[in-house]
């Protein structure tokens, strides 16, 4: 069954990175978008961006350009998100998401989600 | 940037229809998916490609897409159905997507 397993919590002071890791399983890696979204407390689903594992080929919400940069490492089936400049409302729940088939022009769809990781940004 | 509108919220009476809309300017050109998000859980994917439902979902969630408008369709809501329900989809580009701010569906 597919899986999505993200890392630990993080607490971390402005200023400051993150690098969230989001290990992949029951499916090829490399065959599948992987997308990261975030949730603010009490709010909405953002979106930050996506990456083509295969490829290692990315596309940025124009929020985050210039501070956030998805990576992959294929031997261990693992995306990363490391989002840097860290500033109190980046406090938010992380999910990395998988999207459809890499060979689909339709590249939007999330079927499968992590199950978060709490980045806390605090003096 | 670009952005999609979402009403904040939705009420509706046990059994009723609920429609929850979402604007945009690219929604002509560009494909919408609706997710569900209960407290505490994982977003969940209830149509995609405007209409389309994923196998498991109730045959009373449904959506349609009107122009620059998009609508997700509850027919005889449920107690359960009670969640934040989002609307997804791209730029004009295609390139960068994006979500609704979302909607708080109430089961009076």
């Known amino acids: 069954q597919v899986q999505l397993v993200q890392s630990g919590a993080e607490v971390k002071k402005p200023g400051a990175s993150v690098k969230v890791s989001c290990k992949a399983s029951?499916?090829?890696?490399?065959?599948?978008?992987m997308h990261w979204v975030r949730q603010a407390p009490g709010q909405g689903l953002e979106w930050m961006g996506r990456i083509n594992p295969n490829s290692g080929g990315t596309n940025y919400a124009q929020k985050f350009q210039g501070r956030v940069t998805m990576t992959r490492d294929t031997s261990i089936s693992t995306a990363y998100m490391e989002l840097s400049r860290l500033r109190s409302d980046d406090t938010a729940v992380y999910y990395c998401?998988?999207?459809?088939?890499?060979?689909?022009?339709?590249?939007?769809?999330?079927?499968?989600w992590g199950q978060g990781t709490l980045v806390t940004v605090s003096s | 940037s670009y952005e999609l509108t979402q009403p904040p919220s939705v009420s509706v009476s046990p059994g009723q229809t609920a429609r929850i809309t979402c604007s945009g300017d690219a929604l002509p050109k560009q494909y919408a998916y609706w997710y569900q998000q209960k407290p505490g859980q994982a977003p969940v994917l209830v149509i995609y490609?405007?209409?389309e439902r994923p196998s498991g979902i109730p045959e009373r969630f449904s959506g349609s897409s009107s122009g620059t408008t998009v609508t997700l369709t509850i027919s005889g809501v449920q107690a359960e159905d009670e969640a934040d329900y989002y609307c997804q989809s791209a730029d004009s580009s295609g390139t960068r997507g994006v979500f609704g701010g979302g909607t708080k569906l109430t089961v009076l």
């Open positions: 029951g499916y090829t890696f490399t065959g599948y978008y």
């Open positions: 490609k405007d209409s």
């Open positions: 998401a998988r999207g459809p088939q890499l060979r689909f022009l339709e590249w939007l769809q999330i079927d499968y």
